[in-house]
């Protein structure tokens, strides 16, 4: 069974690093793509960026370039998805999912990482 | 970026009902579209690719349509475990983009 297994929630204050992690198996890892997702409160869902873990190959959504970091590991099957310096407007449910190729869709997904940032 | 518009952003009905969902890309998309069932509290599941394509094991109540700019999703026969939020998104090109959803909630 193909699956990704997101890392626990998270409470941080501002200010604090934050790394969330995706270990997937079931598969060979380094030939699909991981991508990011963020879905705040209530809203939609954004993609963040994504990673071909086999040439470690990142794409990022302008808008949280600088602002996140997307890694991988190959030996231990899992995805990153990094923080520096968090902020309230952080706190939202990421998920990572995965894809074949540029050209298709996301499946399957993990099954998020609830992250918080309050002081 | 490519914006994704559906609607509605709301629909109830009743059981057996025929439901449909639509989606418009604000530029051409060719068939690079797919549709999501997000239930609260769960991480979104694949329904559709390409636009029309069922994903293995998805029930055959479910359907897509459309290319270019505007695509549909249906529920031929709308059932109670149906209820949950919908997304239709674009992987035609990076960035790729979600529409706002639809929420379907049984009448």
């Known amino acids: 069974e193909i699956q990704l297994v997101q890392s626990g929630a998270e409470i941080k204050k501002p200010g604090e690093s934050l790394r969330i992690s995706c270990t997937a198996s079931g598969y060979t890892f380094s030939t699909y793509w991981i991508g990011w997702v963020r879905q705040t409160p209530g809203q939609s869902l954004e993609w963040m960026g994504i990673?071909?873990?086999?040439?470690?190959?990142?794409r990022y959504n302008p808008s949280f370039r600088g602002f996140v970091t997307i890694s991988a590991d190959k030996s231990t099957n899992t995805a990153f998805l990094q923080w520096q310096s968090l902020t309230a407007s952080d706190s939202a449910m990421y998920f990572c999912?995965?894809?074949?190729?540029?050209?298709?869709?996301?499946?399957?997904w993990g099954q998020g990482t609830l992250v918080t940032v309050s002081s | 970026d490519i914006q994704m518009t559906q609607s509605p952003s709301t629909l109830s009905a009743s059981v057996g009902d025929m439901v449909t969902i639509t989606c418009r890309a604000s530029e051409d998309i060719t068939n690079g579209l797919a549709w999501y069932q997000q239930k609260p509290g769960e991480a979104p599941k694949l329904l559709i690719s390409m636009a029309s394509t069922l994903r293995r094991g998805v029930p055959s109540r479910f359907s897509g349509s459309g290319s270019g700019t505007d695509f549909t999703l249906t529920i031929s026969t709308l059932q109670p475990e149906d209820v949950a939020t919908y997304y239709c998104q674009q992987y035609s090109e990076y960035v790729w983009t979600f529409g706002q959803g639809t929420k379907v909630e049984i009448k």
């Open positions: 990673i071909y873990p086999g040439d470690s190959d990142t």
């Open positions: 999912a995965r894809s074949r190729s540029s050209r298709n869709p996301f499946d399957p």
